[in-house]
């Protein structure tokens, strides 16, 4: 199954990189400029752009990643009976955004790596890694236009963007606050929205520009978005599993970088209540302590392993896992035109990358 995903996810990956290199080019002269702004009231200057802004975007592009949120889209047009081709440039909506968001992230978290190599603000310095990822929110709306999409469906598409960078915005709130000491205590239903926002809203945006785009019923959008939103959910439980059992080699980011920024993962929550009360207290002090030790971050994670948090995480990403393949069932009840995004979803809970 995973080599059949993995190849399918290879061909979408291909399409979305064209369409990429299509609306967002790697580098800019001053006509270039003006296809984004329209004509300067005085004069643009290219170099800044390019080096302050296409230049580390194309950085983090070119070392991979999985294009799975365009692939969403993708799909369920598909499923829905279209053409990928008739909406392939809006790929680079949900990506670019993806993108931006990340490098954006590396920073307030204070992250090392990413996808392998250091983060974006550890090569070009903050403000730039900043400023190219909040341009990254914005920048691919400009299709909408060019592309002529009937002006319903655009301003359907631009409602659900506005409330998507929304919830990515109160996610990443959250999340922040949390590894900051800022809120004392966090249940796991808490945890479950946080990540719903943070990570589930880009990716219920990308089946709903699909829906949108095919003329989807009202019933059929929401079922797929909600299929969308818990598969992202149970992607990410499964990403905080890797990030302290996985192997750096394959998974690209430092292991225990969330016990290094104290974050309150579904294992951290299933732990601090299950441990007992001493050891509950180390964990709690080792998180706040935000450490880069890795012999602390080993004692963390052993404390996780002992607790039994992380195969609890891993039943909790399956469950998730269950209801959004209902709710696939209920938008696509067709097995075979939902096939792609079953294998998808199944991908993004059991991978080890």
Known sequence: MDEDIIEILSSYAKLVNRELERFIPRRVDERGIEEFLGKPTYRYEAKSINEGILKPFWDLLDRGGKRWRPALMLMAYEALGGNIEDIAPL???????????????????GSEFRRGKPCIHKIY??????????????????????????RDKRLRILEEYVKTMLKLSFGQGMDIAWHKGLVEEVDEEQYLEMTLLKTGALAGFSVEIAAIMADASKEVEENLKRFAELAAVAFQIQ???LNVVGDEAKYGKEIGGDIREGKRTLMVIHALRNLPEADARRLKEILDMRTADRSLIREAIDLLRRSGSIEYAKEVSKRLAEEAMESLKKAIPDPMRRRKLELLAKFLITREY
């Open 239 to 241: 990403d905080d599993i």
């Open 91 to 109: 790929t680079v909506i949900p990506e670019a955004i993806h993108n931006g968001t990340l490098a954006v992230d590396d920073v307030e978290d």
């Open 125 to 150: 310095g903050e403000d730039i890694a900043i400023n190219m990822g909040n341009t990254m929110y914005y920048l691919p709306i400009l299709i909408l236009e060019k592309l002529g999409i009937d």
